[in-house]
T-cell receptor
Framework: SQQGEEDPQALSIQEGENATMNCSYKTSINNLQWYRQNSGRGLVHLILIRSNEREKHSGRLRVTLDTSKKSSSLLITASRAADTASYFCATDLLVPHPGAGSYQLTFGKGTKLSVIP | ETGVTQTPRHLVMGMTNKKSLKCEQHLGHNAMYWYKQSAKKPLELMFVYNFKEQTENNSVPSRFSPECPNSSHLFLHLHTLQPEDSALYLC?????????????FGQGTRLTVV
């Protein structure tokens, strides 16, 4: 079942503006991750935030996590045309399995970001 | 390059064909995954292998058959597919200890079933 849900589904901004994307999830998590995907290509990991962390930075990226609200946000500051891509949040679920649990990384539908030069 | 290589990049096959997708990682990861990405749908997890053992099969039709001969290689065997199986198939690997680490994805195989 779908765990992460991003919003908005699509976002169009001017170069230089900030872009904020949100993600909500349903169950307890170990960590939450954000990925980026250029059209028709594989996903690239951006940042991982653990359930005991509230905020994390990486370059122009800032991620927040609110476990009480089961939500996260990704902020891209001073956006560039090259930031145009789809952005996905992913959460890990421990799935019971005979002998040992296994983790599933479950993705939302993503936010399609367009940065206009 | 993410360290995960998928071949072929593009594949067109008829509904009666048999083909295989290949994924290879030399990152030393202990888990590998197949995902399906269709237009306007979330990324769907198909299969999970932990230490070469299949631990998840998310109700995937039997016309998709995974194989993991060792921790570095993962295959997806395809036979008698349907046009709705056309999608981008992504392989990923990660190091799973307590919880999921960063997943590394291949570039995907764009599959078209005609």
């Amino acid at each position: 079942s779908q765990q992460g849900e991003e919003d908005p589904q699509a976002l169009s901004i001017q170069e230089g503006e900030n872009a904020t994307m949100n993600c909500s999830y349903k169950t307890s998590i170990n960590n939450l991750q954000w990925y980026r995907q250029n059209s028709g290509r594989g996903l690239v990991h951006l940042i991982l935030i653990r359930s005991n962390e509230r905020e994390k930075h990486s370059g122009r990226l800032r991620v927040t996590l609110d476990t009480s609200k089961k939500s996260s946000s990704l902020l891209i500051t001073a956006s560039r045309a090259a930031d145009t891509a789809s952005y996905f949040c992913a959460t890990d679920l421990l799935v019971p399995h005979p002998g040992a649990g296994s983790y599933q990384l479950t993705f939302g539908k993503g936010t399609k970001l367009s940065v206009i030069p | 390059e993410t360290g995960v290589t998928q071949t072929p990049r593009h594949l067109v096959m008829g509904m009666t064909n048999k083909k295989s997708l290949k994924c290879e990682q030399h990152l030393g990861h202990n888990a590998m995954y197949w995902y399906k990405q269709s237009a306007k749908k979330p990324l769907e997890l198909m299969f999970v292998y932990n230490f070469k053992e299949q631990t998840e099969n998310n109700s995937v039709p039997s016309r998709f058959s995974p194989e993991c001969p060792n921790s570095s290689h993962l295959f997806l065997h395809l036979h008698t597919l349907q046009p709705e199986d056309s999608a981008l198939y992504l392989c990923a690997s990660s190091q799973v200890t307590r919880g999921y680490g960063e997943a590394f994805f291949g570039q995907g195989t764009r599959l078209t079933v005609v």
